[in-house]
């Protein structure tokens, strides 16, 4: 059994900045890539930010600057550093891992429970 927990949500002014993280825990042979995703009131889950096991990084456009994404392989942990942030970054935010569970062969596919982010103007 596997599990994504996610902290560091909350309220923040449009400006601020918000650390988020998201610890894996379980049977764990190993981690590939993860990452974090968004999903605001009306709309689509989107893909926020994802690294790789050897630290490559992608962005949607709309963080690009703002939001860095790192992970510590050796607390099987992922965190989101959002700066400068914006109304329009109100969101529940989920942490995504690919992970290899002891014991069998194939990576699965894994969601956090979701943290809630909200800016205020």
């Known amino acids: 059994q596997v599990q994504l927990v996610e902290s560091g949500g909350g309220l923040v002014q449009a400006g601020g900045s918000l650390r988020l993280s998201c610890a894996a825990s379980?049977?764990?042979?190993?981690?590939?890539?993860m990452g974090w995703y968004r999903q605001a009131p009306g709309k689509q889950r989107e893909l926020v930010a994802g690294?790789?096991?050897?630290?490559?990084?992608n962005y949607a456009d709309s963080v690009k600057g703002r939001f860095t994404i790192s992970r510590d392989n050796a607390k099987n942990t992922v965190y989101l550093e959002m700066n400068s942030l914006k109304p329009e970054d109100t969101a529940v935010y989920y942490c995504n891992a690919w992970i290899i569970v002891r014991g069998l062969l194939d990576e699965y596919n894994y969601w956090g429970q979701g943290t809630q982010v909200t800016v205020s103007s």
């Open positions: 690294i790789t096991s050897r630290g490559s990084t």
């Open positions: 379980g049977s764990i042979f190993s981690i590939n890539a």
